[in-house]
């Protein structure tokens, strides 16, 4: 019987003055914290917003299909929204890998706080490392939950599952999101944490939030989860060179991760490839 897949979020997106187009601290505009989100109720169990560090956050629960995937994220984009114009008619958000912030909106605590939670490197089994405090930028994220239907995904599989997610989304992701700054500080191959409920995959950038890759970023994680479950003897994962995905997901190089998805026939989102 083929397995439910349930795929989560919590992704972060920028507070930009449309007018001006500088980007500004959120937390003066959007009620919760990481330690205390601010649960959003008319939509269901699961939805809630935060600020984390200067940038707007949210979180969806566990969905089931592409549909519920892509509406409860557009839904919870809308909530945002709905709050920021509500304080200021020029304010909207902005999905976007890196943007340069000015260091008037850089000053506070928050604004200074980084990797107040470890995440962890596939490959290394081993803590990624606290990341400095860029100066002058933000960067954005986009981190996927997995786990599977009355079920949850071990240890095992969850490890085996981050690494074909870097094969079927990160891969592709090189190509369609040219922004290299994020992989400085967020976002190499491999990053992970592991859940009670399965991995949490922290690879792609908030530039993939944009309403036209929606459905491909859960489409390209249901292709990853099943090709964990398809491969239990482990000879698909075998027969890749891990090495070579990784430096070129950390690279940044796009000559090499348009071999890789021809080589691996990997589908590719049907929209222009260009970074906002």
Same mark, same amino acid.
């Not at 606290?130 to 995904?153: L, M, N, Q």
């Not at 400085?184 to 950038?205: C, D, F, I, N, Q």
């Given at each position: ?11 972060e997106?920028f507070?930009?003055n ?5 980007v500004?601290d959120?937390i003066p505009f959007?009620?919760?914290?990481k330690d205390n989100?601010y649960?959003?109720t008319g ?5 809630a917003?935060?600020?984390d560090?200067?940038l ?10 592409r ?5 409860s994220?557009? $839904?919870?984009k @809308? &909530?945002i929204? #709905? *709050?920021?114009? /509500?304080?200021?008619k020029?304010?909207g958000?902005l999905?976007?890998?890196?943007q340069?912030?000015?260091e ?18 596939v490959?290394?089994?081993?803590e990624? $490392?606290?990341? @400095? &405090?860029?100066k #002058? *930028?933000?960067? /954005?994220?986009?981190?996927i ?8 995904i071990?240890?095992?599989r969850?490890?085996?599952a ?13 190509i369609?999101d040219?922004?290299p ?6 976002g190499?191959? #491999?990053a ?5 409920y399965?991995?949490?995959y922290r690879?792609p950038?908030s ?5 036209e ?13 099943d090709k964990?479950?398809e491969d239990?003897d482990?000879?698909?994962e075998d ?7 990784r ?5 940044g190089?796009?000559t090499?991760?348009?071999k890789?998805?021809?080589q691996f026939n990997?589908a590719?989102p049907c ?6």
């Amino acid at each position: 019987m083929k397995k439910q897949f349930l795929v989560g979020a919590d992704p972060e997106c920028f507070v930009v003055n449309k007018k001006t187009g500088e980007v500004v601290d959120a937390i003066p505009f959007i009620p919760g914290y990481k330690d205390n989100p601010y649960w959003i109720t008319g939509l269901g169990d699961g939805y809630a917003i935060q600020t984390d560090n200067i940038l707007a956050e949210f979180n969806i629960p566990a969905c089931r299909t592409r549909e519920e995937f892509v509406s409860s994220i557009r $839904s919870m984009k @809308g &909530v945002i929204t #709905g *709050y920021l114009l /509500a304080q200021d008619k020029n304010l909207g958000i902005l999905c976007a890998a890196t943007q340069d912030v000015d260091e008037k909106y850089l000053q506070s605590d928050q604004a200074r706080l980084f990797g107040c939670e470890p995440d962890y490197c596939v490959y290394t089994m081993e803590e990624n $490392s606290a990341p @400095g &405090v860029p100066k #002058g *930028y933000r960067t /954005a994220g986009f981190h996927i939950h997995c786990s599977i239907e009355d079920s949850f995904i071990d240890n095992v599989r969850s490890c085996k599952a981050i690494k074909f997610l870097d094969l079927f989304l990160g891969i592709p992701s090189v190509i369609i999101d040219t922004d290299p700054r994020r992989r400085g500080v967020y976002g190499k191959a #491999g990053a992970m944490r592991l859940k009670v409920y399965g991995p949490e995959y922290r690879t792609p950038s908030s530039y993939m939030l944009n309403d036209e890759f929606l459905g491909y970023m859960y489409d390209q994680t249901i292709t990853a989860l099943d090709k964990v479950y398809e491969d239990e003897d482990s000879s698909f994962e075998d027969s890749i060179d891990w090495d070579y995905v990784r430096k070129t997901i950390n690279d940044g190089n796009i000559t090499e991760a348009e071999k890789i998805v021809k080589q691996f026939n990997i589908a590719m989102p049907c929209v222009e490839s260009s970074v906002t």
